[in-house]
Structures are given as structure tokens and as C-alpha cells.
């Protein structure tokens, strides 16, 4: 089923439980425009207001690539130093929006995953590639630095000077080399890659929806922070956790050996 069907730049289909969003530029790699990053927007609104979805999956179309960055051609235009401040306010906000979604996102990177690409990717909770997939910063041979947060995503996850090498020099990384770097969590083969990610979004959707935000907001806060606030945030998100329905019937269904059926509750 296809959902905010005006959309031109990207495409949002509703799964069992899950969405799948698309980013649909296939001729120029799927670089982000303007007209991309609005849509994206819009389809966050969407996803957040329909309740029955509780995963997304983030892709790009075609072979080749995921998303091979900001759209340079209109880059290229930007004038001011304020308006390109403005730009890259303007993306990482997105994607900060996108990290802290209440469900969880799987980025299923099917090829160049480059710049804002790659930046998109790094906001995502879980990510799967394709063994075809390939993840840089290139924004150094443009004579710029990344802008939609990568500087700082990628020295979080992977250290400080590994963001600096792959920042500095604009060498690309393989899928092995950024599963290696604790970047990637599965890397499957390109033929498989829609089907892992599929799989991996419908079993998302079935675990508690309360549970789920829970972890992913601890974990986020957490890891910006020191362990003391980190672990009172994790004993007090475990009793709003306990209020809920859904542990009653995880529980319940253990105890009388059969599968849970969580509802959000
Ligand atoms: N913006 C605009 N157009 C892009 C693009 C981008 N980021 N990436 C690719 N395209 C376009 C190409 O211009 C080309 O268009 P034409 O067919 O009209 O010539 C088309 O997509 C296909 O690309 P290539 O012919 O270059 O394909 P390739 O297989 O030879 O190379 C590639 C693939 C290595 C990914 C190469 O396209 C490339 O280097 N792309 C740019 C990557 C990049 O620099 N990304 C960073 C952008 S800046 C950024 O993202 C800033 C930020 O942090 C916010």
C-alpha cells in the first residue's frame, strides 16, 4: 500500500506493521535536494502519526547507490556562509528527528552510501548492507566538510580518529571494513539485502512498542552522558516500563508458555 502518494523524490509503502521509505532519485544516485529533504520531513509527520506502524526501513532505489550525498548541484549555489550554516542545520535536524523516531530504523544501504548519504545512514538504529555497499565522506574533495552531522555520528560509533581518517582523506569503506568498525551490523548479499531487511522490520514490529522507545531513548541518552545519569535513566525508563500492559502480557505469556501479543498499551 502505497502512503503520501504525492511525494515525487521518495516513495513511503505501508507493510505488515512496518513502512518501508524510499529514496527515489535513481538517476542522480539519490542525492538529497531541497524537494528530498522537505519529503522526508513529510514522511516522518506520516509515520509518526499512524500509530500501526512500529518500524521503518530506509533504502534507495536502484542498484548502485543508497544516497550519494547532498545534491551538489545545489550545493553549488549556495552562496553565504549563513546559508549554508542554515543548510546543514536544516539536515541535521532531520536526521536528528529521524535518531530519536519512538520506533526503530533499519537503514538497508544497497550500494553508495556517501556524505549525507552516509550521514543519513549513521542516524538509523540498525544497519544492514549489502556486500556491494560502500560508505564514505567525500565532502573533503569538494573542499567542504560534512554538514548533516557525520563529523560527529561517526566519531560517537567509531572513534575519534577513525572519523578523522575517513573525514580527512575521503577514502571509502567497504561493507566488511564498516562492519569490522562496529558501523554496520550485518552485511548480507545484494540479492538478499531487501529480504533481511524485511525480515528484520516485521520482527521489530511484532516486540513491545513501549519497551522498544524505552531502549532506544535510554540507549541514545546514554551514550551522551556519564554512567551514573545513564543507569538512573535506565532504572527509572524500566518502571515506566513495568506500568505497561505489555509486561504484563510478556510475561504472562512466558509463564503460560505461549507467544506475546504486545498492542502498545
Ligand atoms: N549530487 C548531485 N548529483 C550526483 C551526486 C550528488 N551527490 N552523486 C551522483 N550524482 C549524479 C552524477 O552527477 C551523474 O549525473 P549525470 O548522469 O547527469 O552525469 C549521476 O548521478 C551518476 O553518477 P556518476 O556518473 O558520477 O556515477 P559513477 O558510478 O561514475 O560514480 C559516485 C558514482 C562515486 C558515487 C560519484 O557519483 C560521486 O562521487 N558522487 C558524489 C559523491 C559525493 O561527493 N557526495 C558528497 C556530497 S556533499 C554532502 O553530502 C555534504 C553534506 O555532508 C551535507
Not at 535536494?33 to 499512524?50: F, G, I
Request: glycine content about 10%; proline content about 3%.
Amino acid at each position: 500500500e502505497g502512503i503520501g502518494l504525492d511525494f515525487t523524490q521518495i516513495t513511503l509503502e505501508m507493510e505488515d506493521g512496518w513502512a518501508l521509505l524510499t529514496i527515489n532519485r535513481p538517476k542522480v544516485l539519490n542525492a538529497l535536494n531541497q524537494e528530498t529533504l522537505q519529503e522526508l520531513e513529510r514522511a516522518l509527520d506520516e509515520v509518526e502519526r499512524r500509530k500501526e506502524i512500529r518500524a521503518l526501513v530506509i533504502t534507495g532505489a536502484g542498484e548502485k547507490a543508497f544516497v550519494a550525498g547532498a545534491d551538489i548541484t545545489e550545493l553549488r549555489r549556495i552562496e553565504t556562509a549563513g546559508e549554508a550554516e542554515r543548510q546543514a542545520t536544516l539536515g541535521q535536524t532531520l536526521f536528528t528527528r529521524l535518531e530519536e523516531l519512538p520506533i526503530p530504523v533499519v537503514m538497508a544501504v544497497n550500494g553508495y552510501a556517501l556524505g549525507g548519504g552516509f550521514e543519513l545512514a549513521l542516524s538509523g538504529d540498525i544497519l544492514l548492507a549489502s556486500d556491494q555497499a560502500q560508505f564514505g565522506l567525500p565532502e573533503i574533495n569538494l573542499g567542504v566538510l560534512p554538514g548533516y552531522g557525520g563529523t560527529q555520528r561517526l566519531a560517537r560509533l567509531a572513534g575519534k580518529n577513525t572519523a578523522k581518517y575517513f573525514a580527512l582523506t575521503g577514502d571509502r569503506m567497504d561493507a566488511e571494513t564498516a562492519y569490522h568498525l562496529g558501523i554496520v551490523q550485518r552485511v548480507v548479499p545484494a540479492a538478499n539485502l531487501k529480504e533481511e531487511a524485511k525480515s528484520l522490520a516485521a520482527k521489530l514490529a511484532r516486540k513491545a512498542p513501549i519497551a522498544i522507545r524505552y531502549i532506544k531513548q535510554v540507549i541514545n541518552q546514554g551514550s551522551e552522558t556519564d554512567l551514573k545519569t545513564g543507569l538512573r535513566l535506565e532504572a527509572s525508563s524500566f518502571g515506566v516500563v513495568f506500568d505497561s500492559q505489555d509486561r504484563v502480557e510478556g510475561m504472562d505469556a512466558f509463564l503460560e508458555k505461549r507467544k506475546p501479543s504486545f498492542r502498545g498499551e
